[in-house]
């Protein structure tokens, strides 16, 4: 059984700095593409960014680009996001997902639609 949990979350200022981090169990890491979701209370879910099982293609939704990294160790079956000057609208849980295939560009990465497994959620909370 496939599992991913998140961690890493918490409280912080806004220009602050967070790392989320997503362990993943039952499954080899490299199997899977990764990418990292956000939802913030009465709004849509949002793609963060996404990373294919190799690195070798990352995206970022505009609103986090220049501010969020995301990188993945397949040594230790874990992704990251580190996540830099933060802002109250980054205020959210996110999910860490993850799905098999082949890479088939952004527009499928950051799409939540085709991802097969959710981590549950860690909050992340941006004061002003």
């Known amino acids: 059984q496939v599992q991913l949990v998140e961690s890493g979350g918490g409280s912080v200022q806004s220009g602050g700095s967070l790392r989320l981090s997503c362990t993943a169990s039952?499954?080899?890491?490299?199997?899977?593409?990764m990418g990292w979701f956000r939802q913030a209370p009465g709004k849509e879910r949002e793609a963060v960014a996404a990373i294919s099982t190799s690195s070798s293609y990352i995206f970022y939704a505009d609103s986090v680009k220049g501010r969020f990294v995301v990188s993945r160790d397949n040594v230790k079956n874990t992704v990251y996001l580190q996540m830099n000057s933060l802002k109250p609208e980054d205020t959210a849980m996110y999910y860490c997902?993850?799905?098999?295939?082949?890479?088939?560009?952004?527009?499928?990465?950051?799409?939540?639609?085709?991802?097969?497994?959710w981590g549950q959620g860690t909050q992340v909370t941006v004061s002003s």
């Open positions: 039952g499954i080899t890491l490299s199997m899977l593409h």
């Open positions: 997902v993850g799905r098999r295939g082949l890479w088939s560009g952004s527009q499928v990465a950051m799409n939540a639609d085709n991802y097969n497994y």
